[in-house]
């Protein structure tokens, strides 16, 4: 069967410093991937979506940025963090090309100080 | 145009009563529906989602209405338990080329009381 990991479960970190946050995929093939941001009290923001290795689509610009150099394996990161960076990060896949449904992680919880 | 907008923000009901939340898209180009639980401190997970070809679709407990000429959905959760007090999301998306995105509602806090 399939699962998704992302870590860390949370992180603190000081405004200005770098992240990365990671997710890695398995047992299936050339998912897509996708990053979403939740914030509090609302839905989810769909942050960057891939549909295979180096391809990465961004849908809001923004301080953060996204990789995929292996096949299963999908990373956020920023080179500055900023306060407004704070949320709830949430990685997803879904079976190639597009199918249904997609399947989160349980998140990583980055609070900025 | 990509909006879903979900109502109610939070919910209470008493066990054993019905929980009904309703969402209303506007882009009739969506052609998937499905409704997400979360816990706290967990991702969503896959409740139920329905394809505008049919009006309803039913999973133990759980029941997906779909109108499309209203451009409206909604989750009916019968017989509530306390272990269903989670937040529910619904979402929709289309086909796209690059692989199939999510537009989420923004939530629906439910609480079931004893």
């Known amino acids: 069967s399939q699962t998704i990991h992302q870590w860390p479960a949370t992180l603190v970190q000081p405004v200005g410093s770098p992240l990365s946050l990671e997710c890695t995929v398995e047992?299936?093939?050339?998912?897509?991937l996708y990053w979403y941001r939740q914030a509090a009290g609302r839905g989810l923001q769909l942050l960057f979506y891939?549909?295979?290795?180096?391809?990465i689509s961004s849908e809001v610009p923004q301080n953060l940025s996204a990789s995929r150099p292996q096949d299963r394996q999908f990373i956020l990161s920023s080179k500055k963090l900023l306060l407004s960076d704070s949320g709830f990060y949430l990685c997803?896949?879904?079976?190639?090309?597009?199918?249904?449904?997609?399947?989160f992680g349980d998140g990583t919880r980055l609070s900025i100080l | 145009q990509q909006q879903v907008k979900q109502s109610p923000q939070s919910l209470i009901v008493q066990k054993g009563g019905i929980s009904i939340i309703n969402c209303a898209y506007e882009n009739t180009a969506f052609d998937y529906f499905p409704w997400y639980q979360q816990f706290p401190g967990k991702g969503p997970a896959l409740l139920i989602a329905?394809?505008?070809?049919?009006s309803e679709k039913k999973e133990g407990r759980f029941t997906i209405s779909f109108n499309k000429s209203a451009k409206q959905f909604s989750l009916h959760i019968m017989d509530s338990q306390p272990g269903d007090s989670a937040t529910y999301f619904c979402?929709?998306?289309?086909?796209?080329?690059?692989?199939?995105?999510?537009?989420f509602g923004t939530g629906t806090q439910l609480k079931v009381e004893l």
């Open positions: 047992g299936t093939s050339n998912p897509n």
């Open positions: 329905i394809r505008p070809d049919v």
């Open positions: 891939s549909v295979g290795i180096g391809q």
């Open positions: 979402a929709a998306s289309m086909e796209a080329r690059g692989g199939n995105k999510l537009t």
């Open positions: 997803a896949w879904s079976v190639y090309p597009g199918g249904q449904p997609q399947h």
